[in-house]
């Protein structure tokens, strides 16, 4: 294998990719990245067995070939060289790398026991950048606790010229609605919110307006493809939650107040919750909405807000991080919160934002 590039049109491609190397693997080629001249083209690729990246870049090449070598070691020598033109070439298990008068040598392992990455032979499912990126405002309300697997991935539902992402840990629910075109193809898994973290990152370095979504050809790996990239990794089997019947369906109170306000408000009370359960109690009047919280030790408070606030009055405790989850990552300056009751879950929507609902459960006060 032998080929040459200019440092800056390599550094960013070997960073991207070297982010999903195996972390203190017991397989040493799972620290490696792969590296492979085929049809003109460099592939550079890493995998830690749930997540892989395969990223294309163009560059001189003279010799096709392939070679893994440490993801470390080569990020940090690229990133040494200055933006330079770099000949990389392997002979063997070596690689050597030259750039003005530098010369080094990399103990590589051999391709052949880098672990093939699932591909699809299907293109899938094409969506829109933006409709993508809205999977970003509900991916907080997935658990982090491997427990119960489920919960830790994002439903990911295509149908009915709608696509619905869905995320929750058991206490809170946040809900994505986008509208696509009609005749889009149906697809429904679990994706886990690691790979819905890394494609969000690759998507903001990349120069992109569609993002591909397939599975593989045996069904428990996602495949989605942007530009020159791909990411596949496994999927979550077990059954998600019926989240649907999770949305309130009977309002009984609703308030409409300012972001900033609430916000403001919430993280005041946090001060006095933190040693009581991270317990909020939220009061409705008509026109102000009222925070209370308290800790044996420290002391107590109370804030009102105003808003439009109407119906019935009642008193309800939320963990306060939930409730700041969900306001906070509301991209609008208004939140409207509707109430089915005092000991039922409660919806929170960001003012103008069409289909999006972040759904809290309360806390019972003894």
Do not use: C
């Not at 990911?156 to 509208?179: C, N, Q």
Request: hydrophobic share 45%; proline share 4%; charged share 25%.
């Amino acid at each position: 294998m032998k080929f040459s590039i200019l440092q800056q049109d390599l550094l960013p491609s070997l960073q991207a990719v070297a982010r999903s190397v195996g972390v203190r693997s017991t397989l040493p080629v799972l620290d490696n990245l792969l590296l492979a001249v085929e049809e003109g083209k460099l592939k550079i690729a890493a995998t830690n067995l749930e997540i892989g990246v395969i990223k294309h870049v163009k560059v001189e090449a003279e010799e096709s070939g392939e070679i893994t070598v440490p993801a470390k070691t080569l990020v940090e020598l690229v990133s040494g060289l200055g933006q330079n033109k770099i000949t990389i070439q392997s002979t063997g298990e070596l690689l050597t790398v030259q750039s003005g008068k530098l010369k080094a040598t990399v103990n590589g392992i051999a391709a052949s026991e880098f672990p093939a990455i699932p591909l699809s032979s299907e293109t899938g499912v094409i969506l829109s950048k933006e409709a993508y990126l809205a999977s970003s405002q509900i991916l907080f309300a997935s658990a982090v606790d491997e427990g119960r697997p489920v919960l830790t991935g994002i439903l990911t539902d295509i149908s009915d010229k709608k696509l619905d992402f869905v995320a929750t840990d058991g206490f809170r629910l946040a809900h994505r609605e986008f509208k696509l075109p009609v005749g889009t193809t149906s697809f429904k898994s679990l994706i886990p919110r690691r790979t819905f973290e890394e494609v969000l990152r690759l998507i903001s370095e990349e120069d992109v307006e569609e993002v591909a979504i397939a599975t593989s050809q045996n069904q428990n790996q996602v495949v989605i493809t942007l530009g020159n990239t791909i990411v596949s990794s496994r999927l979550i089997e077990g059954q998600f939650p019926a989240w649907t019947k999770i949305i309130p369906q009977k309002i009984v109170s609703r308030a409409m107040v300012e972001k900033e306000d609430l916000l403001k408000a919430i993280k005041l009370a946090a001060i006095f919750a933190k040693n009581e359960a991270n317990i909020v109690v939220l009061s409705t009047k008509k026109g102000l909405l009222k925070l209370e919280s308290h800790a044996k030790e420290l002391g107590s408070q109370e804030n009102e807000i105003e808003g439009e606030v109407e119906g019935e009055e009642l008193t309800i405790a939320f963990n306060t991080k939930f409730l700041l989850d969900a306001v906070s990552n509301g991209p609008s300056s208004q939140i409207i919160i509707e109430f089915s009751g005092a000991l039922s879950a409660a919806r929170v929507i960001p003012m103008g934002v069409e289909g999006l609902e972040y759904i809290i459960m309360p806390v019972r006060l003894s």
